[in-house]
C-alpha cells in the first residue's frame, strides 16, 4: 500500500467516527495547515463521499492527494453551519477553497452610527460593531467621488476621531467650504445634525425618490411660513440630487422594486460575478468582482459562494436577489439571507428567485451582459499590462548587459531608527510581478548600531547561505534600495560566497542606476517601463522594510509595559501575546479570559487587569 492509500485510509477510518449532525468539517496538509473547509447537513455523511475510490470530481482528488488531517465543529443546524464555514473560511483562508480575489482589500463607507454624533469614513476592515457599513466597493475612486458628491447635499462630519460636543473651539476647513455642519463646535442643531445623516444614509441605501419626496415636503414647508433661506438651501440641494438620479435609467416598471441582480462570466479559471443593484425601479450601482477558481465549479456553486461571502460583508439584503439558475444549497442559503434580513423567523420569504417575468429575464440578461464586457475588458487591461512589462524586462536587459531576461528579481532594504530594532527585507517579483510568498524578513543580529552596509552584508549572507540558499530559486537580478556604497557593499559579500549575481543599487534622489564596477552611475527616461519595474520593486522593499521595523518597535513597547507587571516573566509575557493578537485585546481581557492563557493564574490575571483597568499603561 502506498503512502497516499495508507493516508486516505486513516482519514477514512477517522471519518466513520464522525456524527450525523450539522457542522463543519476542516482538512488539513502534513503541516496542520487548514486546506479546505466545508459544511454539511450531516458531517458523516458528506465526509465518506471525499473518499470514493475513483473520484471524478476535481475537488474531491485535489483534497485526497493533499490531505493528512481532518476535524469536524458541530453545529445546531445547517444554517449555523453555513454561518460558521463563512467565518473560517476569511480566518484561516484555505488555498483549495475558492474566493473573491483580493477580497481583504475593498473599501468599504463607514457611518458610526454607534455615536451620538455620527461620522462617515471610508475603511479597508469591517469590524463587528453597531455602526451601518456600505459596500464592499470595487472601485474606491469612484466611492470618493460619490462620498464628494452625497457630502455637497448632506454635509456630515468626516473626522477621524469620535466628535464631542464643545471641544473644538474652531471649525475645519470642511465647514468653510459648507461640506461639514460642524457639530463638533455646536454649530449645529442637533435633531438637525441626526436628520442630515438619515437623509445621507437614505442616498447610500438608492433611496432617491423617497428622499426627493421629503425634501419637497420640506421645503414647501419652509416656504409656508416663510422660512425662504431655509426654502432656498433645500431647493439647491433637490436640484443637485435630482442631476444624480436624472443619470440613472429607469429600467423597471415597477418603481417600489428592490432588488440586485447577479450575472456571471467565466474564461479559463477566473470568474467574474457582475451585482447590478435595482432601488426604487432604478439601477443606481454596479460592481463586478473577480473570483479565482482552484478547481472546476459549476455555476450554481459559485453562486453560492459568491453569495455568502458578498452578503456576510453586507448592512443591507434586499427584498430579492434574482439569479438565472438555482444556488447550491437553496434553502440552507436562503434561510441565512433571512436571518441576514432580520426577517421573521416564523414568516421566512423567498429572497433567491430565478426571473418570472419577461422584464426580469432582461435584468438577468443585462447582468450577463455586462458580466461579458467586463472580463473582456479586464482581459484587455491585463494583457496591455504583460505587454509593458514584458518589454521593460527586456529593456533592463540590454541596459544592465545581463545574459539572459530577469524573470525573477530580489530586492532588499535595511530599515532602523538611530541602531535600534534593525531590521531587512527582501520581496520577490517573478516577471514583474510580486510573489509574496517568497518575501523573507531578517533581525539583524551582528550589530546593535546603524550600519546599514553591515546590515546588508548580513542579510544577504542569510539569503545565500544555509536553509535558505536550498529553498529559494536563485534571482536573475539583486537590486538594493540605496546607491554605490550599499552595491559595493552587497557585491564583496556575494564574492566571499563564491556567489555570481548580477546587482544593482536605485537610489531615491535622482533615481539613478548604481553598479558594482566603475560603470557610471545611469539615469533613465523617468517614462521608461524598464525604470518603472525597478521603482516598483524598491518602493516595496521599502514599504515591507519600514512595516517590519514598525511591527517590532510595537512589540518590544508592549513587552516593555509587560514587564512592568510583577511576576511576569519571559516566558509568560510570551505566551500572552501569542494568547492575544494585541495590546488592545489584553487590555479590554477580563479576568477569566486572561485565566485562559497559560500560566497565567487568578492572581496573575488580576494584577494585569488591575494594571490596564487603573490606566498604568497608555498606548
Given at each position: 500500500?502506498?503512502?497516499?492509500?495508507?493516508?486516505?485510509q486513516n482519514?477514512?477510518?477517522?471519518?466513520?467516527?464522525?456524527?450525523?449532525?450539522?457542522?463543519?468539517?476542516?482538512?488539513?496538509?502534513?503541516?496542520?495547515?487548514?486546506?479546505?473547509?466545508?459544511?454539511?447537513?450531516?458531517?458523516n455523511?458528506?465526509?465518506r463521499?471525499?473518499?470514493?475510490?475513483?473520484?471524478?470530481?476535481?475537488?474531491?482528488?485535489?483534497?485526497?492527494?493533499?490531505?493528512?488531517?481532518?476535524?469536524?465543529?458541530?453545529?445546531?443546524?445547517?444554517?449555523?453551519?453555513?454561518i460558521?464555514?463563512?467565518?473560517?473560511?476569511?480566518?484561516?483562508?484555505?488555498?483549495?477553497?475558492?474566493?473573491?480575489?483580493?477580497d481583504?482589500?475593498?473599501?468599504?463607507?463607514?457611518?458610526?452610527?454607534?455615536?451620538k454624533?455620527?461620522?462617515?469614513?471610508?475603511?479597508?476592515?469591517?469590524?463587528?460593531?453597531?455602526?451601518?457599513?456600505?459596500?464592499?466597493?470595487t472601485?474606491?475612486k469612484?466611492?470618493?467621488?460619490a462620498?464628494?458628491?452625497?457630502l455637497?447635499?448632506?454635509?456630515?462630519?468626516?473626522?477621524?476621531?469620535?466628535?464631542?460636543?464643545?471641544?473644538?473651539?474652531q471649525?475645519?476647513?470642511?465647514?468653510?467650504?459648507?461640506?461639514?455642519?460642524a457639530?463638533?463646535?455646536?454649530?449645529?442643531d442637533?435633531?438637525?445634525?441626526?436628520?442630515?445623516?438619515?437623509?445621507?444614509?437614505?442616498?447610500?441605501?438608492?433611496?432617491?425618490?423617497?428622499?426627493?419626496?421629503?425634501?419637497?415636503?420640506?421645503?414647501?414647508?419652509?416656504?409656508?411660513?416663510?422660512?425662504?433661506?431655509?426654502?432656498?438651501?433645500?431647493?439647491?440641494?433637490?436640484?443637485?440630487?435630482?442631476?444624480?438620479?436624472?443619470?440613472?435609467?429607469?429600467?423597471?416598471?415597477?418603481?417600489?422594486?428592490?432588488?440586485?441582480?447577479?450575472?456571471?462570466?467565466?474564461?479559463?479559471?477566473?470568474?467574474?460575478?457582475?451585482l447590478?443593484?435595482?432601488?426604487?425601479?432604478?439601477?443606481?450601482?454596479?460592481?463586478?468582482?473577480?473570483?479565482?477558481?482552484?478547481?472546476?465549479?459549476?455555476e450554481?456553486?459559485?453562486?453560492?459562494?459568491?453569495?455568502?461571502?458578498?452578503?456576510?460583508?453586507?448592512?443591507?439584503?434586499?427584498?430579492?436577489?434574482?439569479?438565472?439558475?438555482?444556488?447550491?444549497?437553496?434553502?440552507v442559503?436562503?434561510?441565512?439571507?433571512?436571518?441576514?434580513?432580520?426577517?421573521?423567523?416564523?414568516?421566512?420569504?423567498?429572497?433567491?428567485?430565478q426571473?418570472?417575468?419577461?422584464?426580469?429575464?432582461?435584468?438577468?440578461?443585462?447582468?450577463?451582459?455586462?458580466?461579458?464586457?467586463?472580463?473582456?475588458?479586464?482581459?484587455?487591461?491585463?494583457?496591455?499590462?504583460?505587454?509593458?512589462?514584458?518589454?521593460?524586462?527586456?529593456?533592463?536587459?540590454?541596459?544592465?548587459?545581463?545574459?539572459?531576461?530577469?524573470?525573477?528579481?530580489?530586492?532588499?532594504?535595511?530599515?532602523?531608527?538611530?541602531?535600534?530594532?534593525?531590521v531587512?527585507?527582501?520581496?520577490v517579483?517573478?516577471?514583474?510581478?510580486?510573489?509574496?510568498?517568497d518575501?523573507?524578513?531578517?533581525?539583524?543580529?551582528?550589530?546593535?548600531?546603524?550600519?546599514?552596509?553591515?546590515s546588508?552584508?548580513?542579510?544577504?549572507?542569510?539569503?545565500?547561505?544555509?536553509?535558505?540558499?536550498?529553498?529559494?530559486?536563485?534571482?536573475?537580478?539583486?537590486?538594493?534600495?540605496?546607491?554605490?556604497?550599499?552595491?559595493?557593499?552587497v557585491s564583496a559579500?556575494?564574492?566571499?560566497?563564491?556567489?555570481?549575481?548580477?546587482?544593482?543599487?536605485?537610489?531615491?534622489?535622482?533615481?539613478?542606476?548604481?553598479?558594482?564596477?566603475?560603470?557610471?552611475?545611469?539615469?533613465?527616461?523617468?517614462?521608461?517601463?524598464a525604470l518603472?519595474?525597478l521603482?516598483?520593486?524598491?518602493?516595496?522593499?521599502?514599504?515591507?522594510?519600514?512595516?517590519?521595523?514598525?511591527?517590532?518597535?510595537?512589540?518590544?513597547m508592549?513587552?516593555?509595559?509587560?514587564?512592568?507587571?510583577?511576576?511576569?516573566?519571559?516566558?509568560?509575557?510570551?505566551?500572552?501575546?501569542?494568547?492575544?493578537?494585541?495590546?488592545?485585546?489584553?487590555?479590554?481581557?477580563?479576568?477569566?479570559?486572561?485565566?485562559?492563557?497559560?500560566?497565567?493564574?487568578?492572581?496573575?490575571?488580576?494584577?494585569?487587569?488591575?494594571?490596564?483597568?487603573?490606566?498604568?499603561f497608555?498606548?
Amino acid at each position: 500500500m502506498n503512502i497516499l492509500n495508507r493516508n486516505i485510509q486513516n482519514l477514512i477510518i477517522k471519518a466513520n467516527s464522525f456524527p450525523e449532525k450539522p457542522g463543519v468539517y476542516l482538512f488539513k496538509d502534513k503541516e496542520k495547515k487548514i486546506i479546505y473547509i466545508g459544511k454539511a447537513k450531516s458531517l458523516n455523511a458528506r465526509i465518506r463521499t471525499y473518499f470514493i475510490k475513483t473520484p471524478t470530481e476535481r475537488k474531491i482528488k485535489i483534497i485526497q492527494e493533499n490531505a493528512h488531517d481532518i476535524e469536524f465543529i458541530t453545529t445546531n443546524s445547517e444554517t449555523d453551519a453555513l454561518i460558521l464555514e463563512n467565518e473560517l473560511i476569511k480566518i484561516h483562508k484555505p488555498k483549495f477553497n475558492a474566493r473573491l480575489k483580493d477580497d481583504k482589500t475593498y473599501p468599504y463607507l463607514k457611518i458610526t452610527s454607534s455615536e451620538k454624533y455620527p461620522r462617515v469614513e471610508i475603511v479597508r476592515k469591517r469590524e463587528e460593531s453597531n455602526d451601518i457599513y456600505f459596500g464592499p466597493y470595487t472601485d474606491v475612486k469612484t466611492l470618493r467621488e460619490a462620498l464628494n458628491k452625497a457630502l455637497t447635499i448632506f454635509p456630515i462630519a468626516r473626522c477621524k476621531r469620535e466628535i464631542v460636543k464643545g471641544k473644538k473651539e474652531q471649525s475645519c476647513l470642511y465647514f468653510q467650504l459648507d461640506r461639514c455642519v460642524a457639530p463638533c463646535v455646536d454649530k449645529n442643531d442637533f435633531e438637525d445634525y441626526q436628520k442630515t445623516v438619515k437623509h445621507f444614509i437614505k442616498l447610500f441605501e438608492g433611496k432617491q425618490h423617497d428622499l426627493t419626496m421629503e425634501l419637497r415636503a420640506e421645503m414647501d414647508k419652509a416656504s409656508a411660513v416663510l422660512e425662504f433661506e431655509k426654502a432656498a438651501i433645500i431647493r439647491d440641494k433637490l436640484s443637485v440630487l435630482e442631476k444624480i438620479i436624472y443619470k440613472q435609467t429607469i429600467v423597471s416598471e415597477d418603481l417600489t422594486s428592490e432588488y440586485d441582480i447577479i450575472g456571471m462570466e467565466k474564461e479559463d479559471s477566473i470568474t467574474l460575478l457582475q451585482l447590478l443593484m435595482l432601488r426604487q425601479g432604478r439601477i443606481v450601482e454596479q460592481k463586478h468582482f473577480l473570483m479565482d477558481l482552484p478547481y472546476e465549479l459549476d455555476e450554481s456553486e459559485i453562486l453560492t459562494i459568491f453569495i455568502k461571502q458578498y452578503y456576510s460583508q453586507s448592512n443591507f439584503i434586499p427584498k430579492k436577489i434574482l439569479t438565472k439558475i438555482k444556488v447550491k444549497d437553496y434553502e440552507v442559503v436562503n434561510n441565512w439571507l433571512n436571518i441576514r434580513a432580520r426577517n421573521n423567523l416564523d414568516t421566512m420569504v423567498n429572497i433567491l428567485q430565478q426571473p418570472k417575468s419577461r422584464e426580469e429575464e432582461n435584468f438577468i440578461e443585462l447582468s450577463y451582459s455586462n458580466a461579458k464586457s467586463n472580463m473582456h475588458s479586464k482581459i484587455k487591461i491585463e494583457e496591455i499590462k504583460k505587454q509593458k512589462i514584458l518589454k521593460g524586462l527586456k529593456d533592463l536587459k540590454e541596459i544592465i548587459e545581463l545574459d539572459n531576461i530577469p524573470t525573477r528579481i530580489e530586492g532588499y532594504d535595511i530599515s532602523t531608527l538611530q541602531g535600534s530594532n534593525t531590521v531587512g527585507s527582501c520581496v520577490v517579483f517573478e516577471k514583474g510581478k510580486a510573489k509574496k510568498t517568497d518575501y523573507r524578513k531578517f533581525i539583524i543580529k551582528s550589530i546593535d548600531k546603524q550600519d546599514d552596509f553591515t546590515s546588508l552584508r548580513e542579510i544577504i549572507k542569510r539569503r545565500f547561505s544555509g536553509s535558505l540558499a536550498i529553498k529559494e530559486h536563485k534571482p536573475d537580478l539583486i537590486l538594493i534600495d540605496g546607491g554605490k556604497g550599499q552595491v559595493n557593499s552587497v557585491s564583496a559579500e556575494l564574492k566571499n560566497l563564491r556567489i555570481d549575481i548580477p546587482i544593482i543599487g536605485l537610489a531615491k534622489e535622482f533615481e539613478e542606476i548604481h553598479f558594482p564596477d566603475k560603470r557610471t552611475p545611469l539615469i533613465l527616461d523617468e517614462r521608461s517601463e524598464a525604470l518603472k519595474i525597478l521603482q516598483n520593486i524598491r518602493d516595496e522593499a521599502h514599504r515591507f522594510a519600514i512595516s517590519f521595523h514598525q511591527q517590532r518597535r510595537t512589540k518590544n513597547m508592549i513587552k516593555s509595559s509587560l514587564e512592568e507587571i510583577q511576576g511576569l516573566g519571559k516566558k509568560r509575557i510570551e505566551q500572552l501575546l501569542a494568547y492575544f493578537d494585541n495590546i488592545t485585546a489584553i487590555k479590554k481581557a477580563s479576568i477569566d479570559d486572561l485565566c485562559k492563557v497559560p500560566g497565567i493564574n487568578r492572581q496573575l490575571a488580576e494584577k494585569i487587569y488591575g494594571f490596564y483597568k487603573n490606566e498604568l499603561f497608555y498606548e
